[in-house]
């Protein structure tokens, strides 16, 4: 019966540790760069890691330091740029200097692009059928697409080009009928932020 109970308790202890392991993935540019979590050094790429909060360094000498904190989400991949900027006259070129380095650094910035816009969705499923466009029943179209963040680091904004008031309230009606909460996004209406102001038509 012993045996049962310790088996039992170590089944749950291995499928509670399971629940809670998460990823993260790392791109590190230039090459040679010295890569930390939580002071350990790794090798760039993708690491297993138990959800919680981390503190990833990448350094080289030549270059600032970036020190970035992280809080990872179960079963999820959260990834981080660290492209290192040259901070001294000898490396000060060093990117155009060293076109393998430079192609490094090109395609992190792409893929965290494309990290960003695969999270954005994930939290607004609205932007995934951005752009698009309608009649607004005036012989004029409404066209909706999503862009930059209003905010630094905030989510990506969704620009809505309305006719009038009357119609860019439409908008909202159109977007709340498809299930979404107009209320937790960031819209500008025309370059403004109150779709019911008429100033800017």
Known sequence: MLILIGS??????VNKVKRNISYIQTGVAPSGAMLKI???????GTRKVLTGSYTITASKKGFATITKQV??????????????????????????NHPAD??????????LADY???????????????????GDGLG???NISQGIPI???GQPAIYISAANPTIRQGVLQ?????????????????????????SNE
Do not use: C
């Not at 999270?119 to 466009?133: C, D, E, G, K, Y």
């Open 8 to 13: 039992f308790s170590f089944y749950l202890t």
């Open 38 to 44: 939580d002071g350990k050094g790794i090798r760039t």
């Open 71 to 96: 809080i990872t989400k179960t079963n999820q991949t959260t990834y981080i740029s660290l492209v290192l900027q040259p901070n001294t006259t000898s490396t000060k070129n060093w990117y155009l």
């Open 102 to 111: 430079e192609k490094l650094a090109e395609a992190i910035g792409d893929h």
């Open 116 to 134: 960003e816009i695969k999270i954005a969705n994930q939290q607004n499923p609205f932007l995934s059928q951005l752009p698009t466009s309608y």
């Open 140 to 142: 004029g179209f409404v």
């Open 151 to 153: 905010t630094n680091g």
């Open 174 to 198: 159109y977007i709340n009928n498809r299930g979404y909460d107009t209320a937790e996004m960031v819209l500008v209406f025309n370059g403004e932020n109150n779709p019911l102001d008429g």
